[in-house]
């Protein structure tokens, strides 16, 4: 976290960032904003989105 800069691009996606609720996947952001998490999941791992509905529930809520 010491070296992110979000000012390298317009938009920057930052892999594993940090919140009030635990780190989330994928942390979006715009002109320094944060826009939106992303929840990854592999398919192969047979996730379904209703299996993480929970987890997905208390990222919308988080502090960035």
């Not at 919140?19 to 398919?43: C, H, M, R």
């Amino acid at each position: 976290m010491s070296k992110l800069n979000l000012t390298v691009s317009l938009g920057v996606a930052v892999r594993e960032f940090p919140t009030s609720t635990g780190p989330v996947d994928y942390a979006l952001f715009v002109e320094e904003k944060p826009v939106g998490v992303v929840e990854a999941k592999k398919t192969e791992l047979g996730g379904k989105i209703t299996a993480i509905e929970e987890q997905s529930s208390s990222e919308t809520r988080c502090a960035l």
